[in-house]
């Protein structure tokens, strides 16, 4: 059973379109982190969210830590081919604060 | 460039090869982390050292062995693999062991083995 199911698995959309991709799991975390995976690359932190119904904005990136803390969603406006890549949720899970990682969302933006 | 680095980026070997996955950071952190990325799989945690201490063995077989002998180094031992070991191995470092910390990783090794 995974713990955090991300969806769309893949995404190919055109550049300037809006996207939503979501990150859902039955359990609760104490924080969830956003990476961002590029092709030969370990992924990089995008953004930490760590108390329930939190919005940080990034540039054109907008994430959101549902009321429960138990599911996530990142929306991106605009798109632009640089945020092509592999888009992990991880939800913290106990006491040594380790991580638990969805399968991601693979984002393709076409020029 | 994230501050922590793998070698080799590629690594083939045979069922009954012996190798070793090192990662370095040059980031002052105390604690690092081995992670398995496969194709069809959620990145999954393997080992976790901090302070050079191991704190967490996810149910790894014993034919992958961490060694980390300072906080900057860390070692991941192969021997007698399988084909489904084949996979991407990342190493990640924070400044200490909390979920909040941000975790830098390095690029990874990419594994295959025959």
């Known amino acids: 059973t995974q713990l955090l199911e991300q969806s769309p698995q893949f995404l190919s959309i055109q550049e300037g379109e809006n996207l939503t991709v979501y990150c859902n799991s039955s359990?609760?975390?104490?924080?969830l982190q956003w990476y961002r995976q590029e092709p030969g690359e370990g992924p990089v932190l995008l953004v930490t969210?760590?108390?329930?119904?939190e919005v940080k904005k990034l540039k054109r990136l907008t994430f959101q830590f549902g009321d429960a803390r138990k599911d996530s969603s990142l929306h991106i406006t605009a798109a632009q081919p640089g945020d092509t890549g592999l888009y992990l949720c991880?939800?913290?899970?106990?006491?040594?604060?380790?991580?638990?990682f969805g399968k991601g969302t693979k984002l393709s933006v076409k020029p | 460039e994230t501050g922590v680095t793998q070698t080799p980026r590629h690594l083939v070997m045979g069922m009954t090869n012996k190798k070793s996955l090192k990662c370095e950071q040059h980031?002052?952190?105390?604690?690092m982390y081995w992670y398995k990325q496969s194709a069809k799989k959620p990145l999954e945690l393997m080992f976790v050292?901090?302070?050079?201490?191991?704190?967490e063995n996810n149910s790894v077989p014993s034919r992958f062995s961490p060694e980390c002998p300072n906080s900057s180094h860390l070692f991941l031992h192969l021997h007698t693999l399988q084909p489904e070991d084949s996979a991407l191995y990342l190493c990640?470092?924070?400044?200490?062991?909390?979920?909040?910390?941000?975790?830098?990783f390095g690029p990874g090794t990419r594994l295959t083995v025959l």
């Open positions: 990640a470092s924070s400044p200490g062991g909390s979920g909040t910390d941000t975790q830098y």
């Open positions: 991880a939800g913290e899970r106990g006491s040594q604060g380790n991580l638990i």
């Open positions: 969210v760590v108390t329930g119904g």
């Open positions: 050292y901090s302070l050079e201490e191991r704190v």
């Open positions: 980031l002052g952190h105390n604690a």
């Open positions: 359990s609760v975390f104490s924080s």
